[in-house]
């Protein structure tokens, strides 16, 4: 069975559902159950978890126009013990603003860059409330990066 990493920061409602739109697109039924979904929050992510992963979606909000200063972290603390050793591992992102989020995605592009990601979709960008449509592009999102790796 594939394992599909869900680093989060859902300190919001609006994001919590995106976090939750994340899981049920990794986990849709048309998957016949090949992908195990892995939630973690950004604080509590390791290295050890995208190691054990055949792919990683990000999900954050827009702080600043920045990403979440925890997913900042999760990458700080865990990009010696990755950059080498995870190049080519499918990525996807779900960026959640309330206006300019374009720093964040620029921020989570550099980064994956860096890590030598494969990004498997473009990153979902909300900016504006977390409804229905973003939803169901949020699931789509999943269910690709999904099908991608299982």
Not at 2 to 11: D, F, T, W
Not at 55 to 79: E, M, Q, R, W
Not at 97 to 121: K, P, S
């Amino acid at each position: 069975m594939a394992r599909l990493l869900i680093v989060h920061h859902s300190p919001m409602a609006s994001v919590r559902r995106l976090t939750d739109a994340v899981v049920a697109g990794a986990t849709h039924p048309d998957l016949d159950g090949a992908v195990e979904a892995v939630l973690r929050p950004a604080l509590e992510a390791t290295a050890d978890d995208v190691l054990a992963s055949d792919g990683v979606i990000c999900v954050t909000p827009v702080n600043f126009g920045y990403i979440s200063g925890a997913l900042k972290h999760f990458f700080d603390s865990s990009f010696r013990a990755l950059e080498d050793v995870t190049a080519n591992l499918p990525y996807a992102a779900v960026v959640k603003g309330t206006t300019d989020a374009d720093g964040a995605v620029r921020a989570l592009e550099a980064i994956a860059t860096g890590m030598r990601w494969h990004r498997v979709v473009p990153p979902v960008v909300l900016e504006g409330p977390a409804d229905d449509d973003a939803v169901t592009a949020t699931i789509e999102l999943a269910a690709t990066v999904a099908a991608t790796i299982a």
